[in-house]
């Protein structure tokens, strides 16, 4: 099972040049934090907004974010997630919601595994954590 942040299922949605390298990591059950889903409409959005998908396009997107979502594990938020991030927020340089993403991968993967994530900055603390990033 592999960990996804929301900066890597993004271009799952919307096609990019790193698309089909991560197509290809999907191939494994997946886990998500709880927050994901909404991190991910809110990049749709945007993209949306800049008018580089139509609105026929953002709804096909969000269809498809819904099934990755459904056929995920989903880390719910709880304090040990908030009370971990609080930690990783003190040992290295993540915003919050990144923050709560790690935990949540710690929490579910206590000894590390493969953490998927386009963010150099989480991907650093990923590492560090004992994740790897394929």
């Known amino acids: 099972m592999r960990f996804w942040d929301s900066s890597a299922i993004v271009p799952l949605l919307v096609r990019e040049p790193r698309t089909p390298r991560l ?6 059950p997946h886990a998500l934090w709880w927050g994901s889903r909404t991190e991910c409409i809110s990049a749709l959005c945007r993209v949306r907004r800049e008018t580089l998908l139509n609105n026929n396009q953002y709804s096909k ?3 498809a974010l819904e099934k990755i979502v459904h056929s995920a ?4 938020p709880s304090g040990a997630v908030r009370d ?5 927020i003190e040992s290295h340089s ?5 923050a709560l993403q790690l935990a949540a991968g710690k929490i579910l993967f206590p000894t590390g595994g493969d953490f998927i994530t ?17």
């Open 23 to 28: 197509l290809k990591l999907l191939n494994r």
């Open 94 to 98: 993540l915003r919050a919601a990144d």
């Open 73 to 76: 594990v989903e880390v719910e």
């Open 118 to 134: 386009l963010d150099e900055r989480l991907k650093t603390a990923a590492l560090a954590e004992g994740f790897n990033c394929p």
């Open 84 to 88: 971990f991030a609080k930690q990783l």
């Open 61 to 63: 997107a969000v269809a």
